[in-house]
């Protein structure tokens, strides 16, 4: 099984529409999670932190639930520039300093 | 105040070849962090340095190897060079205070090919 899984996509949503993106992990001990975005032959960019009692950025939200060991993030109102691929972060946990990254949820927002 | 740098940009090299890849991290930043990425993939972790010691290695072969300079800046060199090490080579740069608290700051990369 994947240390972080998510589904690879794409999705392909019309502008405006609202668009959702799952993760699972697999190590109980994780303590730090986050998304990612990553634009085509480009670098990650820190996109959001998650922590359990949710959070929202703008058009943007992220929750946790560590009982499900699952994180999602939910688009609202997507635009053009929201094409992209979203990585799912997670520490290794137990004291470790590396983060583990999903393969990654492709987004295509069409006119 | 400069983000993660890393050089060079792109690079091609032949079978069996060895290659550096540099890295400065943000300023502030004593943590480097080096990971692979695949097309189609995420990036896969290499190893991680902090006080010119590798601190964490993730399941990469001997033939990766790296160092860190007193300034913090790091290099990743990869010995008798393989067509599947072409890839996107990326450095990630944090505070060891914060750990992964804010999570890591990318450079741009490096992309190498291997013909």
């Known amino acids: 099984r994947k240390e972080v899984e998510q589904d690879p996509g794409p999705f392909n949503v019309p502008e405006g529409a609202t668009v959702a993106f799952n993760c699972t992990y697999s190590?109980?001990?994780?303590?730090?999670f986050f998304w990612y975005r990553q634009d085509c032959r480009k670098e990650p960019k820190l996109l959001m932190s998650?922590?359990?009692s949710g959070n929202e950025d703008g058009r943007f939200t992220a929750q946790l639930n560590r009982a499900s060991q699952y994180i999602s993030l939910l688009i609202r109102d997507s635009k053009l520039s929201d094409s992209a691929t979203y990585l799912c972060v997670v520490n290794k946990g137990d004291s470790s300093y590396k983060l583990i990254f999903g393969s990654g949820t492709r987004l295509l927002v069409r006119p | 105040d400069a983000g993660v740098t890393q050089s060079p940009t792109h690079l091609i090299k032949t079978r069996g070849q060895q290659v550096t890849l540099r890295c400065s991290p943000k300023s502030g930043h004593d943590t480097v962090s080096w990971y692979q990425q695949a097309l189609g993939q995420g990036p896969q972790f290499i190893f991680q340095y902090y006080e010119e010691e590798e601190r964490q290695r993730g399941n990469f072969p001997d033939r990766f190897s790296g160092h860190q300079f007193p300034n913090y800046s790091s290099e990743l060199n990869v010995n008798a060079l393989l067509l599947g090490d072409s890839a996107l080579y990326l450095c990630?740069?944090?505070?060891?205070?914060?750990?992964?608290?804010?999570?890591?700051?990318f450079g741009s990369g490096t992309r190498l090919t291997v013909v």
């Open positions: 190590n109980s001990a994780s303590q730090s």
């Open positions: 990630a740069s944090s505070a060891r205070i914060t750990g992964t608290d804010y999570g890591y700051t």
């Open positions: 998650v922590y359990s």
